[in-house]
């Protein structure tokens, strides 16, 4: 089993910057393949970014490239989301995940999941 704990969400104005934080426990943390997705109200669940075990595959929905960056310091078994320019309809809960079979692309499928933490950007 792997526990994840999502946090640094919150209000932020358009153009603003937030960095979410993914704290793992449980199993090696370093076998994993991490991935961040988000759902926004009445849309489906949508692939955000995602690395492989040791962060050096990455790979980013088209919609956050160049804003959003994501990172892991296995040391310390977190991964993170940095998110910059960030605009209303990046408004949507925010999940991490992960994945033990993953390769870090946007087609990974889940082992584990966070509760989710609320991003919402104004205008």
């Known amino acids: 089993q792997v526990q994840l704990v999502e946090s640094g969400g919150g209000l932020v104005q358009a153009g603003g910057s937030l960095r979410l934080s993914c704290a793992a426990s449980?199993?090696?943390?370093?076998?994993?393949?991490m991935g961040w997705l988000r759902q926004a109200p009445g849309k489906e669940r949508e692939f955000v970014a995602a690395f492989n075990w040791s962060g050096d595959i990455t790979s980013y929905a088209d919609s956050v490239k160049g804003r959003f960056t994501i990172s892991r310091d296995n040391a310390k078994n977190t991964a993170y989301l940095q998110m910059n320019s960030l605009k209303p309809e990046d408004t949507a809960v925010y999940y991490c995940a992960a994945s033990l079979y993953g390769l870090g692309s946007p087609y990974d499928e889940y082992d584990y999941w966070g509760q989710g933490t609320q991003v919402t950007v104004s205008s």
């Open positions: 449980g199993r090696t943390f370093i076998n994993y393949a």
